[in-house]
Antibody
Framework: QVQLVESGGGVVQPGKSLTLSCVGSGFSFKTYAIHWVRQAPGKGLEWVAFISFDGGRSYYKDSMEGRFTTSRDNSRNTVSLHLTSLRSEDTGRYYC??????????????WGQGTVVSVS | QSLLTQSPSISAAPGQKVTISCSGTSSNIGNNFVSWYQHLPGKVPKLLIYDNDKRPSGIPDRFSGSKSGSSASLDITGLQTADEAVYYCGTWDTSLTPAFIFGGGTHLTVL
């Protein structure tokens, strides 16, 4: 079955950096795009970033462009999200999510359990 | 403030039907597929509907989606207490750099 396992969350001071990782299994990792979605405490879902199946394209929510960078290593079935210049409003649970459309971009069909980032 | 507008909350009795609406624009819903997600308390969000009206395997046919113009809807029939959750619509916005967007979420209470 499809599994996505995030790691790397923790408590970090404002202005510092953190790298989140996501390992995928149970599907052809190299043929699917991956998204990052976060949820701040008491708030709704917020899409953060997208990386294409081959890492050739990445998109970010406007407010995060320039501070967050996503990359992938298909030989290790891993996607990373590098967070810099962290702010208190970046606090939340970060989910790694598989796109449902092979070789393209569409909908978010399988979600990891998430990893928690706390900026304080 | 989200580009996709959802009512913050809705309530209904068990066995009833509810419709959750999601309003957008031509740069998002109007020209892209819509998906719906169910977020149960303490759980991971789950895909309910994709490509406007398709159900992933395992999703009961009590859940159905539709789209018209720049709006979309999620219908839930035969409401159960287990359906109490926050429901989000989602789609791509392609006005500038592509970005996936969620609605603000609708909290469903089954009384």
């Amino acid at each position: 079955q499809v599994q996505l396992v995030e790691s790397g969350g923790g408590v970090v001071q404002p202005g510092k950096s953190l790298t989140l990782s996501c390992v995928g299994s149970g599907f052809s990792f190299k043929t699917y795009a991956i998204h990052w979605v976060r949820q701040a405490p008491g708030k709704g879902l917020e899409w953060v970033a997208f990386i294409s199946f081959d890492g050739g394209r990445s998109y970010y929510k406007d407010s995060m462009e320039g501070r967050f960078t996503t990359s992938r290593d298909n030989s290790r079935n891993t996607v990373s999200l590098h967070l810099t210049s962290l702010r208190s409003e970046d606090t939340g649970r970060y989910y790694c999510v598989k796109d449902g459309f092979s070789y393209g971009w569409g909908y978010l069909d399988h979600w990891g359990q998430g990893t928690v980032v706390s900026v304080s | 403030q989200s580009l996709l507008t959802q009512s913050p909350s809705i309530s209904a009795a068990p066995g009833q039907k509810v419709t959750i609406s999601c309003s957008g624009t031509s740069s998002n819903i109007g020209n892209n597929f819509v998906s719906w997600y169910q977020h149960l308390p303490g759980k991971v969000p789950k895909l309910l509907i994709y490509d406007n009206d398709k159900r992933p395997s395992g999703i009961p046919d009590r859940f159905s989606g539709s789209k018209s113009g720049s709006s979309a809807s999620l219908d839930i029939t035969g409401l159960q207490t287990a359906d109490e959750a926050v429901y989000y619509c989602g789609t791509w916005d392609t006005s500038l750099t592509p970005a996936f967007i969620f609605g603000g979420g609708t909290h469903l209470t089954v009384l």
